[in-house]
């Protein structure tokens, strides 16, 4: 089945210890990316990937990073965690360059809790 | 530079009667306009995507969308609301640019479906 997963899919921290959630999709996507969902904001990205060892920041990258070693793979890693990064985090796959129209497919979703 | 604004962060609408999703957006370049659905602890799913071809975009589950550059929107509708389509919706826009690959979401509208 085409899917994109995370792991894990709740998780709950404390301030400063760093953590990864990981991405993976089995869809032979070059673009992937990340997304952070607040309420009343809507979904703002992270950071994405046009391909392998290819990365660039989205709209909000502070405090974050990212990782593309594998084409299938994207995780997202929180150094240092603080808890105005607790939010639902969606991670994406796209065949193409989204300007193209190209649909993107979501993940379930990390809800990450930072104390 | 690009944004999104759905006019109505929550609309209510009885079973069976027409449904109004309204988006505009700005954008420096040719956008490529899409809506997206995220269920209750779902992902999200795409329902339509305009990509400078006809301005009436039909998509999935009875929902369309038509592009109106001289009023920059993309208003969703569907002329009979089911209780499946309880949800939240959100409008997305990315610009055709010569690099890189940032969208921009709305902030979403929930939809409450009463029978």
């Known amino acids: 089945e085409a899917q994109v997963t995370q792991n894990p899919r709740y998780l709950i921290t404390v301030t400063g210890k760093k953590l990864t959630v990981t991405c993976s999709q089995n869809m032979n996507h070059e673009y992937m990316s990340w997304y952070r969902q607040d309420p009343g904001l809507g979904l703002r990205q992270i950071y994405y990937?046009?391909?392998?060892?290819?990365?660039d920041k989205g709209d909000v990258p502070e405090g974050y990073k990212v990782s593309r070693k594998e084409k299938r793979n994207f995780p997202l890693i929180l150094e240092s965690p603080s808890p105005n990064q607790t939010s639902l985090y969606f991670c994406?796959?796209?065949?193409?360059?989204?300007?193209?129209?190209?649909?993107?497919?979501f993940g379930p979703g990390t809800r990450l809790t930072v104390t | 530079a690009q944004s999104v604004t759905q006019l109505d962060s929550h609309v209510s609408v009885s079973e069976g009667t027409p449904v109004l999703l309204r988006c505009n957006y700005s954008s420096s370049y040719s956008p490529s306009l899409f809506w997206y659905v995220q269920h209750p602890n779902k992902g999200l799913q795409l329902l339509l995507k305009y990509t400078s071809a006809a301005t009436l975009v039909k998509g999935i589950n009875g929902f369309e969308a038509e592009f109106k550059k001289s009023e920059t929107s993309f208003h969703l509708t569907k002329p009979s609301a089911h209780m499946s389509d309880a949800a939240e919706y959100f409008c997305?826009?990315?610009?055709?640019?010569?690099?890189?690959?940032?969208?921009?979401f709305g902030g979403g509208t929930r939809v409450l479906v009463k029978p």
């Open positions: 997305v826009v990315i610009s055709i640019k010569a690099a890189g690959n940032k969208l921009t």
């Open positions: 994406a796959s796209s065949t193409g360059r989204l300007a193209g129209g190209h649909e993107q497919y």
């Open positions: 990937s046009m391909n392998v060892e290819v990365t």
